[in-house]
């Protein structure tokens, strides 16, 4: 007979153990993920809506909103369940079913902390490319050909 074993299931951990700190979870999660729905619906159909907004900044913007949106709508409700209904387990289908993030939300922060940031920081060396002198002076350091007067 050989060794082997299923997961059928994981063993979630309590946040409370008497019916009244339940409750209070359940209300406290209700709660915020309200807050956290409205908030990114704002931001998505202020995004979506305003034409000034349709930069790159916005973009990755609206794509943290939409995904802390996935993720709120497929944890949230879970953990809120568990609460009200006082269940410690999730079926091993039931957590494989949980959509994956489709990006990761700090790389898209950190793309528009570098969109936003980046450009103004190089405007005064882009500025000084402009000048005819000075672009005169690094084509002849790149060719290597210098004038002697």
């Not at 709660?31 to 619906?41: F, H, P, Y």
């Not at 039931?94 to 939300?105: T, V």
């Amino acid at each position: 007979m050989s060794n082997s074993s299923s997961i059928s299931h994981f063993l979630l951990l309590p946040l409370a153990d008497t019916r009244q700190l339940q409750l209070l979870h359940f209300c406290l999660f209700l709660g915020i993920s309200l807050a956290a729905l409205l908030a990114n619906g704002l931001i998505i159909s202020a995004v979506a809506c305003g034409h000034l907004l349709h930069t790159p900044m916005f973009f990755f913007l609206l794509n943290l909103a939409l995904t802390d949106l996935g993720s709120i709508c497929t944890t949230v409700p879970k953990a809120m369940h568990n609460s009200l209904w006082d269940t410690r387990n999730i079926s091993y289908q039931g957590c494989a079913a949980q959509p994956p993030s489709i990006s990761s939300p700090s790389l898209d922060l950190a793309l528009s902390v570098l969109y936003s940031v980046v450009p103004p920081a190089l405007n005064p060396l882009i500025y000084s490319l402009r000048n005819q002198e000075l672009k005169a002076a690094v084509w002849r350091l790149i060719t290597g050909h210098f004038q002697k007067h």
